[in-house]
T-cell receptor, first 114, second 110 residues
Framework: ETGVTQSPTHLIKTRGQQVTLRCSSQSGHNTVSWYQQALGQGPQFIFQYYREEENGRGNFPPRFSGLQFPNYSSELNVNALELDDSALYLC?????????????FGPGTRLTVL | GQNIDQPTEMTATEGAIVQINCTYQTSGFNGLFWYQQHAGEAPTFLSYNVLDGLEEKGRFSSFLSRSKGYSYLLLKELQMKDSASYLCAVPYTGRRALTFGSGTRLQVQP
């Protein structure tokens, strides 16, 4: 158990719809990263939030957006869903300020887009 | 840019030893991570190497050669529960996130 929780566990949406995924970080962790993991692939970095500000972004379009709240919980929003958005979405929290700090992953949300 | 290569699948026998290789290309090397991921679950941290050499942690060891851009994860006394994907990762350039390889799916057979 990493102390990182995500909701919902599974979600089915239709192409064109919007979705919000949620993550609660481990206590004391002020940084959260979101990753997309397609079947059979490694996780790909979407973006990161540090103290409620976006602090870096991977190669994902603007329809992927996020929020971090004062209690350091976080949301990932995806607009205009496409079939290729079907994946496991993972959030990871970390406490430190170094790129080498260990990231603690939540169990993920499995999104299916039909 | 960054690039990480790992074999896609490996099979080994319970009680044996298996070595999972990872080669990487990255500017400004800042360490290498190994994570274990069981099917449908979150990745869990196994090891972090920043200096050359072998680091042992129980049944698992991780090796790094910075000059060769190469790492491996060594699993000894394999158990059925070791069947999982093993992910090699390096810090994402300029960000406190990770770039992952595609993972090596290890199947341990009786």
């Amino acid at each position: 158990e990493t102390g990182v929780t995500q909701s919902p566990t599974h979600l089915i949406k239709t192409r064109g719809q919007q979705v919000t995924l949620r993550c609660s970080s481990q206590s004391g962790h002020n940084t959260v990263s979101w990753y997309q993991q397609a079947l059979g692939q490694g996780p790909q970095f979407i973006f990161q939030y540090y103290r409620e500000e976006e602090n870096g972004r991977g190669n994902f379009p603007p329809r992927f957006s996020g929020l971090q709240f004062p209690n350091y919980s976080s949301e990932l929003n995806v607009n205009a869903l496409e079939l290729d958005d079907s994946a496991l979405y993972l959030c990871a929290s970390l406490a430190g300020t170094a790129s080498t700090d260990t990231q603690y992953f939540g169990p993920g949300t499995r999104l299916t887009v039909l | 840019g960054q690039n990480i290569d790992q074999p896609t699948e490996m099979t080994a026998t319970e009680g044996a030893i298996v070595q999972i290789n990872c080669t990487y290309q990255t500017s400004g090397f800042n360490g290498l991570f190994w994570y274990q991921q069981h099917a449908g679950e979150a990745p869990t941290f196994l090891s972090y190497n920043v200096l050359d050499g072998l680091e042992e942690k129980g049944r698992f060891s991780s090796f790094l050669s910075r000059s060769k851009g190469y790492s491996y994860l060594l699993l000894k006394e394999l158990q059925m529960k070791d069947s999982a994907s093993y992910l090699c990762a390096v810090p994402y350039t300029g960000r406190r996130a990770l770039t992952f390889g595609s993972g090596t799916r290890l199947q341990v057979q009786p």
